[in-house]
């Protein structure tokens, strides 16, 4: 399994990015896809996540109401569009696929960091 997390870059506050991340090796559509984040000093956190379907998103508090997930399964792809960016956004981001049955994430993209300037 490969993911290719895309997107990231340097941004003033109130501005918007769009992650992309393209997997393969795997029935895309078949796996719940997430978004997670490391600052410098920080542990790794949950950001959101995505059902096979898209029908179900899960966000966490600190992003509800300015990001939003998607997907497009015939791409094997997943999306994070990132808007209303604060400096406290600056951080590595990562894909991940989450393991069935289970709230492991399994495979890990390389990440793509976002850098949100005051």
């Known amino acids: 399994v490969q993911l290719q997390a895309s997107g990231g870059g340097l941004v003033q506050a109130g501005g918007s990015l769009r992650l992309s991340c393209a997997a393969s090796g795997l029935t895309f559509s078949n796996y719940i896809m997430g978004w997670f984040r490391q600052a410098p000093g920080k542990e790794r956190e949950f950001v959101s996540s995505i059902t096979w379907s898209g029908f179900s998103t899960y966000y966490a508090d600190s992003v509800e109401g300015r990001f939003t997930i998607s997907r497009e399964n015939a791409k094997n792809t997943v999306y994070l569009q990132m808007n209303s960016l604060k400096p406290d956004d600056t951080a590595v981001y990562y894909c991940?696929?989450?393991?069935?049955?289970?709230?492991?994430?399994?495979?890990w993209g390389q990440g793509t960091q976002v850098t949100v300037s005051s």
């Open positions: 991940a696929v989450r393991k069935p049955d289970t709230a492991l994430y399994a495979y």
